[in-house]
């Protein structure tokens, strides 16, 4: 079975620093791109970051560039968002999404990852 | 950046109901775009992809169209199980962008 599952949410404060990460299993990890997509409580959603197969090519938000890291080992299936300089606005749900087969719509998410940014 | 518009925000239907939402493209997409269901509590779900192609195990009550910008999403017969928020997806370049819902009620 296709599956990811984020770990590493909690509280942190105000210009604080947080990793995420994604376990994927049941797929070719290294065959697909990933997202991370966020979701603020009771807001919609809104993608945050993609990384190809190769973990060379990535692409951020603009409102996150600077402040957060896409990466990926293959070695150990796992995909990672190191987050920085968080924000107030940065609290949200984070969800670790798979690539279809052709093209970067979504075809696996994960459970989510909450993450609280007060003092 | 392209920016999704979707309408209307809140959809309030009947079961049996045909029902349609909308999602506006700033500019050219092709037919790349998706739609996603996505319940209280829950992930998101892929529903539509490349704009018309049902997703596997998505009943065919689920159809997907496009008109130039302009892309839909209709349930044919409205199900107790479709009451959730909906959401449209373009993914025809970086970077990648949502629609702002709309969400399904009971009437």
């Known amino acids: 079975e296709v599956q990811v599952l984020e770990s590493g949410g909690g509280l942190v404060q105000p210009g604080g620093s947080l990793r995420l990460s994604c376990a994927a299993s049941g797929f070719t990890f290294s065959n697909y791109g990933m997202s991370w997509v966020r979701q603020a409580p009771g807001k919609g959603l809104e993608w945050v970051s993609a990384?190809?197969?190769?973990?060379?090519?990535?692409y951020y938000a603009d409102y996150v560039k600077g402040r957060l890291t896409i990466s990926r080992d293959n070695s150990k299936n796992t995909l990672y968002l190191e987050m920085n300089s968080l924000r107030a606005e940065d609290t949200a749900v984070y969800y670790c999404v798979k690539d279809y087969s052709s093209g970067h719509q979504f075809d696996c998410w994960g459970q989510g990852a909450l993450v609280t940014v007060s003092s | 950046d392209i920016q999704m518009t979707q309408s209307p925000s809140t959809l309030s239907a009947s079961v049996g109901d045909r029902v349609t939402i909308t999602c506006r493209a700033s500019?050219?997409?092709?037919?790349?775009l998706a739609w996603y269901q996505q319940k209280p509590g829950k992930a998101p779900k892929l529903l539509i992809y490349?704009?018309?192609a049902l997703e596997t195990g998505v009943p065919s009550r689920f159809s997907g169209g496009v008109s130039g910008t302009e892309f839909t999403l209709t349930i044919s017969s409205l199900q107790p199980d479709d009451f959730a928020t909906y959401y449209c997806?373009?993914?025809?370049?970086?970077?990648?962008?949502f629609g702002g819902g709309t969400k399904v009620e009971i009437k």
């Open positions: 997806q373009q993914y025809h370049s970086y970077p990648l962008t």
């Open positions: 990384i190809d197969g190769t973990g060379r090519t990535t």
């Open positions: 490349k704009a018309s």
């Open positions: 500019q050219s997409i092709s037919s790349w």
